[in-house]
């Protein structure tokens, strides 16, 4: 099993109040389909630059999971035809977050 992050931009337009429950629905999919889905991380509602198909805003959210790499491919296409999922994009996930190194200032004489 592989981990890997799916940023999701779900279409809220006009359904502001049920926003929980779509974010519920989507991750219920996901372990429908045998994913492991490790951590949901709702980040804001933005505005997109240009409307499309009259869609001016959508709420992003970032799922963390492990899945087998055919399951992570197949999530994507899951979602193609989904009038709540607006896009989604999966991505492979570090198992850690790495921190910079950056070196510590010297002492000049």
Same mark, same amino acid.
């Given at each position: +099993?592989?981990?890997?992050?799916? =940023?999701?931009?779900?279409?809220? *337009? ?5 926003? !929980?429950? *779509? ?6 999919? +996901? *372990? ?8 949901? !991380?709702?980040?804001?509602?933005? *505005? ?22 055919? =399951?992570?491919?197949?999530? !994507? ?17 570090? =198992? ?14």
């Amino acid at each position: +099993m592989k981990r890997y992050e799916a =940023l999701i931009i779900i279409n809220t *337009q006009g359904k502001e109040e049920g926003i !929980q429950d *779509q974010i519920d629905r989507v991750k219920g999919d +996901m *372990q429908k389909l045998g994913i492991k889905v490790s951590s949901v !991380q709702k980040l804001d509602k933005r *505005q997109f630059a240009y409307a499309s198909n009259g869609l001016t805003s959508g709420t992003y959210v970032n799922y963390i999971f492990e899945a087998e790499p055919e =399951l992570a491919h197949k999530l !994507q296409t899951r979602f193609l035809d989904d009038v709540d999922v607006y896009r989604i994009q999966v991505t492979n996930s570090p =198992l850690q977050v790495r921190k910079s190194r950056t070196p510590a200032p010297t002492a000049t004489t």
